[in-house]
């Protein structure tokens, strides 16, 4: 399929998986847009931009629904219509177990995860119903497929939620030729390893899947024909278990 002049918005697109799928897009002809909650980091990004033509930035927190409503009016007036929307917005705290999270913490995980993948979907998809084209990639977890300590209870019940958000949204409006597909990545050498419990170290981050990995799994599915649609991938270090 040819990109050339899509428009695509990705969330999180500041630094990880989000920065390295806005870098592929942008290489693709695609005009891009990096959303994301600090504006110091969507600006150095933009700045150091390795393919294609450098993006526009917006700042947005996803938790923030008139924040996210705001966005996508700015995009269509700037840009025109979003026709590829990346959901990479995501975060992780330290405190992975029930006894030790906090009732705060529980909400901050499902406010971006979740509920800001939801705003996100919800501003685009008036644009895409009404042209009947459209594509959504929402960057979950191997924790959106498996529950895992490492992950952590919140963690892994926002990216199951995610998962069915995903799948219940792209049964909908398959008839209407918007095509969702979740990506569900294993252990990722990106800037959320910082919210570990524990220092991760240079051996094991070297075993990680880096974003560009990731992105290539993006670039395979934009690229397909209207005709086909892969609603879900996973992918993984070859060395990370996953039964």
């Excluded at 393919?51 to 924040?67: F, I, K, L, S, T």
């Excluded at 995860?113 to 919800?122: D, E, K, L, P």
Aim: hydrophobic fraction near 40%.
């Amino acid at each position: 399929m040819h990109l050339a002049g899509k428009v695509a918005v990705i969330t999180g697109g500041g630094s990880g998986i989000g920065l390295a799928i806005a870098e592929m897009l942008s290489g693709e002809g695609c005009r891009t847009v990096l959303a994301g909650r600090t504006a110091d980091r969507l600006r150095t990004a933009a700045t150091h931009w390795k393919q294609g033509p450098p993006p526009e930035v917006h700042p947005v927190d996803v938790a923030d629904r008139p924040q996210v409503d705001q966005l996508f009016t700015w995009v269509q007036t700037q840009l025109g219509p979003v026709d590829i929307l990346v959901n990479s917005a995501g975060v992780n705290i330290t405190a992975r177990s029930m006894a030790e999270m906090t009732p705060a913490q529980w909400d901050q995980v499902l406010a971006v995860n979740v509920t800001g993948a939801y705003n996100c979907m919800h501003a685009v998809l008036p644009q895409m119903r009404e042209r009947h084209w459209g594509m959504i990639i929402n960057i979950s977890s191997v924790s959106g497929k498996r529950v895992t300590v490492l992950g952590g209870v919140a963690y892994c019940a926002s990216k199951f939620a995610m998962t069915a958000l995903g799948t219940a949204v792209g049964n909908e409006e398959a008839e209407r030729g918007i095509r969702v597909t979740n990506i569900y990545p294993g252990e990722v050498d990106t800037p959320i390893l910082l919210q570990r419990p524990e220092p991760v170290s240079e051996e094991r981050r070297a075993s990680m899947l880096q974003p560009e990995d990731v992105a290539r799994m993006v670039q395979a599915i934009v690229r397909l024909p209207e005709r086909a649609h892969v609603p879900e991938l996973v992918i993984k270090p070859a060395v990370q278990p996953y039964a």
